[in-house]
């Protein structure tokens, strides 16, 4: 199992990006998707996750009703569409596969309960 990221790069405060998270197979091989992201001197958090069998997403607070994740199955594709962006944002973000089920349901935020790593992209929020 591969896992792509892409996407990142320099934006200024309220602007936009969209990350895109490539899997080596088909997305219906694992159970969610999930973005995390790691700012400097920081612990690395979940961002937003998707559910592969029901498509239910989920947001942290932090950037719910800015960041929204989607996939396109056709792609093998998961998408993080950032808008807003604020200079808080700024991290390495990366991208990560259950293939467990290790949430029944639905999908966390917790590194542990992904077993598949992208490499990170680094996304800086600098007017």
């Known amino acids: 199992v591969q896992l792509q990221a892409s996407g990142g790069g320099l934006v200024q405060p309220g602007g936009s990006l969209r990350l895109s998270c490539a899997a080596s197979?088909?997305?219906?091989?694992?159970?969610?998707i999930g973005w995390f992201r790691q700012a400097p001197g920081k612990r690395r958090e979940g961002v937003s996750c998707?559910?592969?069998?029901?498509?239910?997403?989920y947001h942290a607070s932090s950037v719910n009703g800015r960041f929204t994740i989607s996939r396109d199955n056709a792609k093998n594709t998961v998408y993080l569409q950032m808008n807003s962006l604020k200079s808080e944002d700024t991290a390495v973000y990366y991208c990560?596969?259950?293939?467990?089920?290790?949430?029944?349901?639905?999908?966390?935020?917790?590194?542990?309960?992904?077993?598949?790593w992208g490499q990170g992209t680094q996304v800086t929020v600098s007017s």
């Open positions: 990560a596969a259950d293939s467990f089920q290790s949430v029944v349901g639905g999908c966390g935020f917790l590194e542990k309960e992904y077993d598949s």
């Open positions: 197979g088909s997305t219906a091989n694992y159970y969610a």
């Open positions: 998707i559910s592969t069998t029901d498509g239910s997403a």
